[in-house]
């Protein structure tokens, strides 16, 4: 699968953003999918996960950091997935990534180590001013 990522930007603290990635192929419904994001210096994080389902019931996981700013969503019909970001702070900037877990079974859990993520997006710069 290819995934690309776009949304990204320049925005003052405070502001909002909605990154979206496309994937190619058919299976994308049933992938897990993932952001994560790479400060200048830092290691690649985890940001958010959503898992696939058969039943249209979907369970996220954020990190802490972003828990109840961004949200995580899919359309199975676009083969997108995206992350909406509100009340951004400075400390957000960062290359932002999406990937597929295409061996994660159906269910309630989702990857956050990008070990576990086979597929990557080539990332969208996000900068947040203050």
């Known amino acids: 699968v290819q995934l690309q990522a776009s949304g990204g930007g320049l925005v003052q603290a405070g502001g909002s953003l909605r990154l979206s990635c496309a994937a190619s192929?058919?299976?994308?419904?049933?992938?897990?999918m993932g952001w994560f994001r790479q400060a200048p210096g830092k290691e690649r994080e985890f940001v958010a996960a959503?898992?696939?389902?058969?039943?249209?019931?979907?369970?996220?996981k954020y990190t802490n950091s972003v828990k109840g700013r961004f949200t995580i969503s899919r359309d199975n019909a676009k083969n997108t997935v995206y992350l909406q970001m509100s009340s951004l702070k400075p400390e957000d900037t960062a290359v932002y990534y999406c990937a597929a877990d295409s061996t994660r079974t159906e269910g309630t859990t989702t990857a956050t180590s990008p070990l576990q993520y086979a597929y990557w997006g080539q990332g969208t710069q996000v900068t947040v001013s203050s």
């Open positions: 959503i898992t696939w389902s058969s039943s249209n019931i979907y369970y996220t």
């Open positions: 192929g058919r299976t994308f419904s049933r992938y897990a």
